[in-house]
């Protein structure tokens, strides 16, 4: 077999993965929802471009044609690449964290995928193919949440993906992909009837997600494209009046909703009540909107590169709207993509994120590589997707699959292109007999390096982290004092290895650690020494992280939490006035160094913190009965 059909074998074998990467929960990691996915996608990324390099150099048909879609992408990609080096926080920005697994490095895994997804998968039949197996992991995902369903284990459905959002967004894109190969001029009857029948079951899927942003995308969706087949489709009367009916069922459907939004048959459901009570006063919805408001602030002061990837936490302490008091404390996330582009990248990234949409619709309009109802229906996905995209943010799976529909549209505008091969990059190749004996080991070493370095320490990281948890959580219900201690020990060991590692999951690992001192601290059985140890480790572990973030509160606060632990209360007080610097109007704070006051015995300043504090916002019932029962003592004490 020669090299070329080799390199395609494994590059095709690789994509043809990546669709079965939802099906995986990592266990034996931290964050089993997120690591697992994300470091198995980047690996056979890093396999497959490797190989495609060498391709490219041997076949100059597998080399990128110049592309308004590919260019959009690329240009997104370098401004943001740009705003990240010049961001609060260049390291967090280029490799984000366990949490989310996002940044710049996924950014530039996305690109390479596109690459080579556009350039390898270069037949219809592959096309077909690989959509097909998308679909059918799809029908396992979704018949997997359905058993959760059954069993009683979850209200709202998550599958695989953990989160009911995640698995919306999932099922979302496989509704319109199937309808989009449904809707292929050579599919059969059968096909039909499978595509149409799968799309029945991911709609009911989607619904008992609850995801109101997901469902109304959909139906924006929907309508958009069922009334462009109406308006334009000229050959084929019968789909022209069903995409006019559809039409007429979304507008009597969404105007009967409203209408019966607050009769028994809504209120009783508890998925349509979550579809009734969305407001811009209430809930989620309206604490959502405030962070808009703080994200504003922060693209007034950074508007046209913004404040780089993973790094909107300054915005949100810095900018903090104490009407949130009662929500999330620490927003990673504005929840809107308009906001969250603004805020990583600015106004140029916004811009160069727009213009991947203006690509796809100009490539969608112009090819003769889609029928009009595809066309349409790619039109719809990418509503829907953007409508959902509006009160959340993407995730691994949602950023495969919509960069695998780019890679699609980017082969039509390939295919419609009349630029000769040769013309793409160079008509250089390199000989068999050089590919052979210095390319393909050169690949290999390639295909190593990338995965080694961009993966082993953060792998091995998380799992020195998850030990960590596993051994305090056992020495906490060890059967005896010296079983405990020992595990406490081996903990102890493990975050040294942690320590050691140094990848971008320190962050999250000190906090945790932070709070398995917290821990030791409070149990019963753990001897004098074992708690000196774990403060001092604790102690160092956020000295660190509060001088590598000095621009971020939630680390002086942290520390300050820690010096509470142990009674030292003057340093308390000092890292709670670094903290509150950094976010002057967080109570959270604010009401901590109320309480540092009191235990100082400063019961004045303790009063003035909590009536800050409750002034702030007084339907803050917390900090407002701390105000009253303390100017109630301090007048009695009188």
């Known amino acids: ?34 690591v697992g996915k994300n470091f198995t996608f980047r690996i056979i990324v890093e396999i497959i471009f490797a190989a495609w390099i060498l391709l490219a150099l041997i076949n100059i048909e597998t080399r990128p ?39 710049l490095i996924t950014f530039l895994h996305l690109l390479a995928y596109i690459v080579v997804w556009g350039t390898v998968l270069n037949t219809e039949r592959l096309r077909i193919w690989f959509w097909q197996v998308s679909i059918a992991v799809s029908v396992l995902i979704s018949s997997n949440a359905l058993l959760q369903l059954l069993s009683g284990e979850k209200d709202r459905l998550e599958s695989t993906l953990g989160n009911p959002i995640y698995l919306a967004v999932y099922v979302l894109f496989h509704i319109f992909i199937a309808a989009i190969l449904a809707l292929r001029r050579s599919a059969g009857f059968a096909t039909r009837f499978i595509l149409s029948s799968i799309i029945l079951l991911e709609l009911i899927v989607l619904y008992l997600t609850a995801t109101r942003g997901a469902t109304l995308g959909l139906i924006a969706g929907m309508f958009i494209a069922a009334a462009g087949i109406a308006f334009t489709e000229r050959e084929n009367l019968k789909l022209r009046k069903l995409a006019t009916s559809v039409v007429l069922v979304v507008l009597v459907l969404v105007s009967g909703f ?23 006063t209430q809930g989620t919805v309206m604490a959502r909107t405030y962070v808009w408001g703080m994200a504003t602030e922060g693209v007034k002061e950074r508007p046209m590169l913004g404040w780089g990837q993973e790094n909107f936490n300054h915005v949100f302490n810095k900018y903090y709207d104490p009407r949130m008091y009662g929500q999330e404390q620490w927003f990673d996330r504005t929840h809107n993509i308009v906001f969250d582009t603004l805020i990583t990248s600015g106004i140029l990234g916004l811009a160069a994120y727009i213009s991947i949409f203006l690509a796809l619709l100009l490539v969608l309009y112009k090819t003769s590589s889609f029928n009009v109802e595809q066309k349409w229906l790619m039109v719809g996905l990418l509503v829907a997707y953007t409508f959902h995209n509006l009160t959340v943010f993407d995730n691994v799976t949602s950023y495969i699959l919509f960069f695998s529909v780019i890679a699609w549209i980017y082969t039509a505008e390939a295919i419609d292109s009349d630029l000769p091969a040769g013309e793409r990059i160079s ?64 903990a102890l060991l493990e975050f040294e290895k942690v320590e050691n590692y140094n990848s971008y999951g320190t962050q999250e690992s000190r906090e945790h650690f932070l709070q398995q001192t917290a821990s030791i601290h409070g149990s019963s059985w753990a001897p004098a020494e074992l708690k000196v140890e774990y403060f001092k480790k604790a102690k160092e572990a956020m ?43 967080k109570q959270t704070i604010i009401l901590k160094q109320g309480v540092n006051a009191f235990h100082l015995k400063r019961p004045e300043q303790a009063l003035e913190f909590f009536r800050v504090a409750h002034e702030l916002d007084k339907s803050y019932k917390q900090a407002g009965m701390l105000y009253f029962q303390l100017a109630e003592q301090m007048k009695s004490d009188k």
């Open 1 to 34: 077999m020669s090299l070329d059909k080799i390199l395609r074998k494994i590059i095709v074998i690789g994509l043809f993965t990546v669709p079965f990467i939802v099906l995986i929960v990592a266990e034996s990691m931290f964050f089993p929802y997120v």
């Open 543 to 585: 000295l660190k992280q509060k001088q590598e973030a000095p621009n971020d509160p939630r680390f002086p606060l942290f520390l300050s939490g820690l010096y509470q632990i142990v009674g030292d209360y003057e340093r308390e007080k000092i890292e709670l006035e670094i903290a509150r610097e950094l976010s002057p109007t």
């Open 65 to 103: 044609r110049r592309s308004l879609v590919l260019g959009s992408v690329t240009l997104f990609v370098a401004i943001t690449a740009i705003a990240d080096v010049f961001g609060v926080n260049p390291f967090k920005s280029f490799w984000s964290n366990f949490e989310r697994m996002e940044g």
């Open 258 to 280: 409203f209408i019966l939004r607050d009769s028994a048959l809504v209120q009783e459901s508890p998925v349509l009540k979550r579809f009734a009570h969305i407001s811009l």
């Open 427 to 490: 008509n250089w190749t390199l000989s068999d007999d050089l590919a052979k004996k210095a390319g393909l080991p050169a690949a290999i070493v390639l295909a190593t390096i990338l995965v080694w370095s961009i993966n082993s320490c953060a792998y091995k990281e998380n799992k020195a982290l998850l030990s960590v948890l596993s051994n305090v959580a056992h020495a906490n219900h060890a059967p005896n004092v010296a079983t405990a201690v020992e595990r406490a020990n081996a």
